[in-house]
C-alpha cells in the first residue's frame, strides 16, 4: 500500500473516530463504533471493511456479532503519535459539560491502548525513571535493579519481549495530554494489566477514561511514591 493510500484511510473523519475509539484496547461491535461516531450501521460496515483491508484493524467473529479492534500494538502505537502530532497545537474547547468532564478524566488517567496513559501515566514513567527501575541512558530501558523489581511485584513479561519478532519490552510513548513520554511495550501493557487486575485503577464508563482506586492509590504510593 502507498503512503497516499494509507493517509487516506485516516482521512476521513468517520473512519479516524473509530481508531481512536478502539485506542481503548477493547473489541468493539460494528454498531458501538456506529453509534459512537453518529453514522448509520451500514456506513459503520463500509468504512470497517476499508480499515479491515487496510490492515488497521483486525475482525473478530462470535455468533452473530461482528467484533473488531486495532490490529496490532504497532497499529496502536501509530494512532496514539499521529493524535499526539495533530494535538500539538491548542487543544479545541469542548462543546458541553459532558465533554469537558471526558476530556478531563482522560487527561488524568486512561488507557492508551493496552497500557496507562494521561496524568497517571505519566506519573508511573516519572516514578521508574526516578527509582532506577529504568534507564534512558543509552534508549529506554529496564534495569537489573527493575526487573527484581517487577519479580518481587508478581509482573510477569512475554517470553518474547524484546527479542526478534516480538514486542519492545519498553518504549517511549508520547502523551499527547500531558505533552510528556508515559510507558508502552510489554513493561507498559503488564502494568496497566496488573493495574486493572488487582483494581488499582477502574474504568469509567465505556471510554478510555480511568479513575484510580483507593487500593490503587496506597500501592502506587506505598510502591513507587506516585502521589495523585
Known amino acids: 500500500m502507498s503512503l497516499a493510500a494509507f ?35 451500514s456506513t459503520a460496515s463500509e468504512h470497517l471493511s476499508r480499515l479491515i483491508a487496510g490492515g488497521l484493524l483486525a475482525e473478530e467473529r462470535q455468533g452473530r456479532h461482528r467484533y473488531v479492534r486495532l490490529a496490532t500494538p504497532e497499529v496502536a502505537t501509530l494512532i496514539e503519535d499521529l493524535t499526539a502530532f495533530a494535538g500539538q497545537g491548542d487543544r479545541p474547547t469542548p462543546h458541553g459539560l459532558r465533554e469537558a468532564t471526558r476530556q478531563s478524566a482522560e487527561a488524568r488517567a486512561r488507557t492508551c491502548y493496552d497500557h496507562l496513559a494521561g496524568r497517571l501515566g505519566v506519573a508511573v514513567a516519572d516514578a521508574l525513571l526516578a527509582r532506577g527501575l529504568l534507564t534512558d ?82 500501592a502506587l504510593r506505598e510502591l513507587l511514591g506516585v502521589e495523585l
Open 7 to 41: 493517509a487516506a484511510l485516516l482521512a476521513d473523519p468517520t473512519r479516524a473516530a473509530f481508531c481512536t475509539a478502539l485506542l481503548d484496547g477493547r473489541a468493539w461491535t460494528a454498531g458501538e463504533l456506529a453509534r459512537h461516531a453518529g453514522v448509520a450501521p
Open 137 to 218: 541512558d543509552a534508549g529506554l530501558a529496564v534495569t537489573g535493579r527493575g526487573r527484581a523489581w517487577l519479580a518481587a511485584q508478581a509482573i510477569e513479561l512475554p517470553e518474547r519481549a524484546g527479542r526478534r519478532g516480538g514486542r519492545p519490552v519498553v518504549r517511549s510513548c508520547l502523551d499527547w495530554t500531558e505533552r510528556r513520554s508515559h510507558l508502552g511495550g510489554a513493561l507498559g501493557a503488564a502494568l496497566c494489566r496488573t493495574a486493572l487486575d488487582r483494581s488499582w485503577v477502574e474504568r469509567i464508563g465505556s471510554g478510555r477514561a480511568l479513575r484510580v482506586t483507593p487500593d490503587g492509590d496506597r
